[in-house]
């Protein structure tokens, strides 16, 4: 017994955290978890449950809702507002905020539409040149927050309602332009699903590459002297995702598949999250989130991540946009309106973004979106007014916005303790 804990004094204090056996790995995981949770840092269980609780009472109230062929379309009805949301997450972790994601969508939209089919552009150009504006209308933020002064509220409100008149400009007096059924883009947003085969093998793919990377990164910390995850834990990880990502597969093959829109959709998520996480760039976002000030004098280009940020929202709105054109097929007034705005700043809030900058994750625009629209699917099923679903929906942004506050409590508490 003194020769061990000999050794576990000798040893590097990072190291007495994780043990690298496989079950000192496992209960130092948990523990990790525990202690996170203690310290305010719920991370995404608050919202994992709570999409867990809505498809369990969607469920109950309507047996339909589960069923693979309501799932398929609640995933593919997700996709454009997700993509929307993914881009509000960027700006939210600079402490700024998007307010006109809708305007530029419906924009999108219509100058999809207006090259596309009136003016008769290669489909290639007439998408380049929808996101190509988006991210023009991200600098031209960027430039008026940085250089000007002016607040990011004030901002991308005036271009919230300049982008209205534009996109209603553009479509004229008949106010909608229709996209050819038998063209790409069409096709992919309604009709392009994966074959029940290659779906099985991207899950293989998924899990084989999450075990990869966790491999690699543990190696890497090992050799720095570092505490690291076990192979067992990892190994245990892979394989549930393996599981959990088969079973999804299975089930929604009973209907018509996994889309090929959601496809895209959740691999826009994972390179977001391997940007914000494995790169300086990501790091410097969430430095300049939290302290805008010590993140210049730490030597970060404090202009240039704000750019980026706005950029990528902004581009990320006009591709959202031109999806939606293409999951109904045209583009028009309605387009980027209603509750688009909202719902994209709402599913990255619920998903566990901060508004007050510094903490969040890619797959807050993911988890956030499922979450808003099961709350639509499950209440169109029910055959409700769409009253209920603005009621519910910002009971729920009024809770998960109270949990954040009361982390961010929780967290500077610990920190003073």
């Known amino acids: 017994m003194s020769d061990v804990k000999a050794a576990e004094a000798a040893a590097p204090l990072d190291l007495l955290d994780e043990r690298l056996s496989s079950g000192a790995g496992l209960r130092a995981a948990l523990k990790d978890i525990l202690d996170r949770i203690r310290a305010g840092d719920l991370g995404a269980l608050p919202i994992s449950l709570g999409l867990v609780v809505i498809w369990l009472v969607f469920q109950a109230l309507n047996p339909l809702f589960l069923s693979s062929a309501n799932l398929v379309n609640l995933l593919m009805d997700s996709v454009s507002v ?31 539409a207006v090259t596309f089919v009136d003016a008769g552009w290669p489909m290639p150009l007439a998408m380049a040149t929808a996101i190509g504006t988006g991210a023009a209308i991200g600098w031209v933020y960027a430039q008026m927050v940085t250089r000007l002064g002016v607040p ?3 901002a991308t409100l005036a271009g919230l309602l ?92 009973q209907g018509r598949g996994i889309g090929w829109m959601f496809v895209g959709f959740t691999v826009l998520v994972l390179v977001m999250n391997y940007a914000l996480t494995r790169t300086g760039w990501g790091r410097s976002l969430f430095a300049v989130g939290g302290n805008a000030e010590a993140a210049r004098r730490a030597g970060i280009n404090v202009r240039r991540i704000y750019t980026t940020a706005f950029v990528l929202c902004s581009s990320l709105a006009a591709l959202g946009g031109l999806l939606a054109a293409s999951r109904l097929a045209a583009a028009n007034q309605a387009s980027g309106a209603g509750d688009v705005n909202l719902n994209a700043i709402a599913a990255a809030v619920i998903g566990g973004t901060s508004l007050f900058g510094g903490r969040g994750s890619a797959f807050s625009a993911l988890l956030g979106i499922l979450v808003i629209q099961s709350i639509s699917n499950g209440l169109t099923l029910l055959d409700l007014d769409s009253s209920f679903r603005f009621i519910v929906t910002g009971l729920v ?9 009361a982390a961010r409590r929780s967290r500077a508490a610990h920190g003073r303790a």
Not at 83 to 109: E, K, P, Y
Not at 186 to 203: K, M
Not at 221 to 234: D, I, K, N, Q, V
Not at 397 to 405: E, G, H, M, T, Y
């Open 82 to 112: 997700g993509v929307i949301a993914l881009g509000v997450v960027c700006v939210l972790l600079v402490g700024q905020i998007d307010l006109s994601v809708g305007s530029v969508s419906g924009l999108s939209a219509a100058l999809t």
């Open 162 to 253: 300049s982008f209205l008149g534009v996109q209603l400009y553009l479509l004229g007096d008949t106010g909608a332009i229709n996209l050819p059924y038998d063209s790409g883009l069409v096709h992919f947003a309604q009709l392009a699903f994966v074959p029940a085969w290659l779906s099985y093998v991207l899950v293989v793919v998924a899990a084989g590459w999450l075990f990869a990377t966790g491999y690699a990164l543990a190696r890497t910390r090992r050799a720095a002297g570092l505490s690291a995850r076990s192979t067992t834990l990892l190994v245990a990880r892979s394989a549930a995702v393996l599981a959990g990502l088969g079973f999804a597969a299975w089930y929604l093959n």
């Open 397 to 405: 942004l009024a809770l998960a916005v109270a949990l954040d506050s």
């Open 152 to 154: 990011s509220f004030v």
